[in-house]
């Protein structure tokens, strides 16, 4: 079952998330095309773990968790993770009692935000 390719809303969700220009952006960007699903969340979440190219170049992102968006409606944020300057998942965390077990559409969130944006 892992690795496997990311779902059509996994890839929506993780564009989603890198659309936003953070320093670090442009290398977790081109490590996201060749992201592979390597796990999900032991709780039943829509949070995957994940494994890139590590022939291409690490991103100098400033935090572990570089970029977040907060939903419109629902009492959910999404974290993009990386590790070591390499895009490493998605968390959906959920502030309410009912488990996303998938990701709502990108455009239920908020634009996305960044830990360090450039500028």
Known sequence: MFPRPLSTRERE??????SADFVGAPELREQAATASVTGLCPCGCA?????????????AVQSVVPVHAFSKAD?????LFARDGWFAGVEIVYY???????????????RPKPDTPIG
């Open 13 to 18: 969700i993780l564009d989603f998330l890198l």
């Open 75 to 79: 009492p959910f944020e999404l974290l």
């Open 96 to 110: 309410g009692d009912e488990r996303p077990r998938t990701f709502p559409p990108p455009d239920t969130f908020e």
């Open 47 to 59: 949070s995957f773990d994940a494994d890139v190219d590590r022939g291409l170049t690490p991103a």
